[in-house]
């Protein structure tokens, strides 16, 4: 079975910081590139960050580079967004997606449950 299990959102005031972790279980975690996204109330989902399996060549949007850092753990099996300077415009609900390619095939999709993140005053 394949699981996606967020964790570590919160309220936080503006300018704080969050880390939200991701367990993922039920697949080959390091030949997976991982991605969060997040979707605000009455917004699109959003592409925040990337990082591939190697855990190179990071990508991040341009309203989170310089404060976000994605990172991953492949022997925890664990991705990691590290939030900092926080903004109330970063208030979302936060998901985790794992992508594993495969030969002769599509790739597979995974999504976590979602973790709301608020920053308020």
């Known amino acids: 079975q394949v699981q996606l299990v967020e964790s570590g959102g919160g309220l936080v005031q503006p300018g704080g910081s969050l880390r939200l972790s991701c367990a993922a279980s039920?697949?080959?975690?390091?030949?997976?590139?991982m991605s969060w996204y997040r979707q605000a109330p009455g917004k699109e989902r959003e592409l925040v960050a990337v990082?591939?399996?190697?855990?190179?060549?990071?990508n991040y949007a341009d309203s989170v580079r310089g404060r976000f850092i994605i990172s991953r753990d492949n022997a925890k099996n664990t991705v990691y967004l590290q939030m900092n300077s926080l903004k109330p415009e970063d208030t979302a609900v936060y998901y985790c997606?794992?992508?594993?390619?495969?030969?002769?095939?599509?790739?597979?999709?995974?999504w976590g449950q979602g973790t709301q993140v608020t920053v308020s005053s």
């Open positions: 997606q794992a992508v594993l390619f495969v030969v002769s095939a599509p790739p597979y999709e995974y």
């Open positions: 039920g697949f080959t975690f390091s030949n997976s590139f």
């Open positions: 990082i591939p399996s190697t855990g190179g060549s990071t």
